[in-house]
């Protein structure tokens, strides 16, 4: 299939076939992703690359990954447009595979598949679907994002009603030592809800 168009507030990006459109939740993390310039953001799948040129719009330095060849080129592609190459580093792979060790982020934003589906349902995608109760990607992310943050650092985390938001509420408040549903869309059949956790109380490391 031929790129779509798609865009936030006035920024413009092509969707690529294979790349998740952006929708509901993608603009939801775009809507509330304060940014102080200066401030390192990792994405984590970055799908087209709209969330992390918003955020290099609005003063960070970027990291963006995913596990699809298909949504690195397209972020590539998008940040090249931009003229954002700079300052948006992108790299392919799972979870924080791509990330050293040493690499510390302000923020660390993550839409991830969230949907209760497998691969045997017919309408698995890897975009979107987070294993039988939505929560693979969301838990394994949720294991190690301290790892990575600045002591002052935070998480963004889109989910969905339908996976168990009472959970990751409780991890949040495990691992930070505050956590709040920041923004929430209401559809008849589901909520997106943002969650924000702020200044891990310790790195994952030393916890376990
Ligand atoms: C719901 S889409 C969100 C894309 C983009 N951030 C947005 O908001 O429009 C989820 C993205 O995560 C990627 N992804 C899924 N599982 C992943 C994993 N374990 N590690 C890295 N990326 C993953 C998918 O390839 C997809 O691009």
Redesign the pocket.
């Known amino acids: 299939m031929a790129p779509v168009e798609s865009s936030f507030s006035d920024v413009r990006v092509i969707v690529n076939d294979g790349?998740?459109e952006?929708a509901d939740?993608?603009f939801l993390?775009c809507q509330y992703l304060d940014i102080i310039p200066g401030e390192k953001l990792l994405?984590?799948?970055?799908?087209?690359g709209?969330?992390s040129i918003i955020a290099a719009i609005k003063g960070a330095t970027v990291v963006a990954?995913?596990?699809?060849l298909a949504?690195v080129q397209n972020t590539q592609e998008n940040a090249r447009r931009a003229n954002l190459l700079d300052k948006i580093d992108i790299r392919q792979g799972?979870?924080f595979e791509p990330i050293q060790r040493e690499e510390r982020f302000s923020v660390i934003a993550i839409?991830?598949?969230y949907l209760p589906e497998t691969r045997e349902d017919p309408a698995y995608d890897?975009?979107?679907s987070g294993g039988p109760d939505g929560r693979e990607?969301i838990d394994a992310f949720l294991a190690q994002c301290t790892e990575f943050l600045e002591k002052d650092g935070r998480v963004l985390i889109i989910q969905s009603s339908l996976s168990n938001p009472e959970k990751t509420h409780q991890i949040l408040d495990t691992l930070f030592h505050y956590s709040t549903i920041k923004a929430e869309k209401r559809f008849f059949y589901e909520n997106i809800l943002l969650f924000e956790g702020r200044q891990p109380r310790r790195p994952t490391t030393e916890r376990f």
């Open positions: 790349v998740y952006p939740d993608t993390l994405e984590i799948g970055c799908g087209c709209l969330v990954t995913d596990k699809s949504a799972l979870l839409n991830p598949p890897g975009a979107w990607v």
